[in-house]
C-alpha cells in the first residue's frame, strides 16, 4: 500500500487521533481520490496504514458517516462512499442553499442562527422553511436563538445609492431600503416568535444596528457552519411610491453562498471559528438594538 505524505507522521512518534483520520479519508473523498460507491479498506487495513488502534478508525469512520459521507458503517463490511448531497454541491444562490442549510441546523436541540445582512429578505424567506417542519413535527428545537445585524437607519450607505449621487440617508432610494429592511425583519421575527405560542419553543430574536454597510452576508448555524456570499451591486430601475428610482443596488437572494462547515477540515474549521469570534465581538460592541418603525 502507498503511504501518502497526508499521513507520513503515523510513522513518527505520535498518533493520529480519529478526527485526523477522518480528515485525511474526507480529503481523499473531496479530491476524488475516492468516489461514490467505493469501499472503503477494511477497518483493520486502516489501522495498519494510519498506524493507529481500530478503535481510533472506527471513530473516524462514525464522523464520516455522521457527515453524510459514508454509508454502511458498522454492518459487518467495508463501508462505502455516499452519493453527494445536493445541498452541499458547490456554491448557490442564496435563495436556494439557505433554506434546506436552515433546516438542518434546526433538528438540532438548541438552535442558534447569526446573521449578518443589508436586509432580512432572504433569512425571513428562508425560515420558513424549517418552521414548516417544526409545524409538520418532523423536528422540535427547545430554543431558537436568532441575531441579525442590519445597517443602521442613520448611516449613508454603500448601496442601495441612486445612480445621479446625492440621495443620502435620506432621499427615496434610502427610505424604500428602509420600509424593506424593517417590514422583513418584522415578519420574521413574527414567525419565529409565533412557535412559541403554537410549540412552545423557546425563541429569541434581537436586531442591532451596524454603523456600516456590509460588503457580504454572513449566516452563523449553531456555530458550527458559516455561510458566505458577496454582494454584487448592479444597476436596475424600481417604482417607489409611484415614480421610477434608478439606483446601483445589490440582489441579495441571488449572491452566491459559500459554505465552510467545521467538519469539511482545518481550514473551514478556522474560518467558522473566525467568524464567529468576530460576530460575537461585533455583538457586544453594537449597543444599539435596531429601531424597526
Avoid at 455522521?66 to 454509508?71: A, E, I, M, P, S
Avoid at 434546526?106 to 447569526?114: H, L, N
Wanted: aromatic share 6%; net charge negative; proline share 6%.
Amino acid at each position: 500500500m502507498v503511504v501518502s505524505q497526508e499521513n507520513a507522521s503515523v510513522h513518527g512518534s505520535s498518533r493520529l487521533s480519529p478526527q485526523e483520520i477522518a480528515d485525511i479519508l474526507r480529503e481523499r473523498i473531496r479530491s476524488g481520490a475516492l468516489r461514490a460507491g467505493d469501499r472503503l479498506p477494511t477497518q483493520a487495513e486502516l489501522a495498519e496504514e494510519f498506524g493507529v488502534e481500530r478503535g481510533a478508525v472506527r471513530q473516524a469512520l462514525y464522523a464520516l458517516r455522521d457527515d453524510g459521507l459514508l454509508t454502511n458503517v458498522g454492518k459487518g463490511s467495508p463501508p462505502r462512499i455516499a452519493e453527494p448531497d445536493p445541498a452541499r454541491e458547490g456554491p448557490q444562490s442564496t435563495m436556494v442553499g439557505l433554506a434546506p442549510r436552515l433546516t438542518s441546523a434546526f433538528s438540532a436541540a438548541r438552535v442558534r442562527i447569526d446573521a449578518v445582512c443589508m436586509t432580512a429578505e432572504s433569512l425571513m424567506l428562508a425560515v420558513s422553511e424549517p418552521v414548516r417542519h417544526i409545524h409538520e413535527q418532523r423536528i422540535r428545537p427547545e430554543s431558537v436563538d436568532v441575531r441579525v445585524l442590519l445597517p443602521s437607519r442613520r448611516i449613508n450607505l454603500a448601496f442601495p445609492v441612486p445612480v445621479e449621487g446625492g440621495d443620502g440617508a435620506e432621499g427615496p432610494v434610502h427610505e424604500r431600503w428602509l420600509a424593506q429592511r424593517n417590514a422583513q425583519a418584522r415578519v420574521l421575527q413574527h414567525n419565529l416568535r409565533t412557535l412559541r405560542v403554537t410549540h412552545g419553543v423557546d425563541v429569541r430574536v434581537s436586531f442591532r444596528a451596524l454603523p456600516f454597510t456590509p460588503p457580504v452576508k454572513l449566516y452563523l448555524l449553531n456555530g458550527e457552519e458559516a455561510l458566505m456570499g458577496y454582494y454584487v451591486l448592479t444597476r436596475r430601475e424600481e417604482e417607489w411610491e409611484s415614480r421610477s428610482l434608478e439606483m446601483y443596488d445589490a440582489l441579495g437572494s441571488q449572491s452566491l453562498l459559500f459554505s465552510f462547515a467545521q467538519r469539511d477540515g482545518q481550514r473551514e474549521r478556522a474560518f467558522v471559528e473566525e467568524s464567529r469570534k468576530w460576530f460575537d465581538a461585533l455583538w457586544e460592541t453594537i449597543t444599539t438594538d435596531l429601531t424597526l418603525s
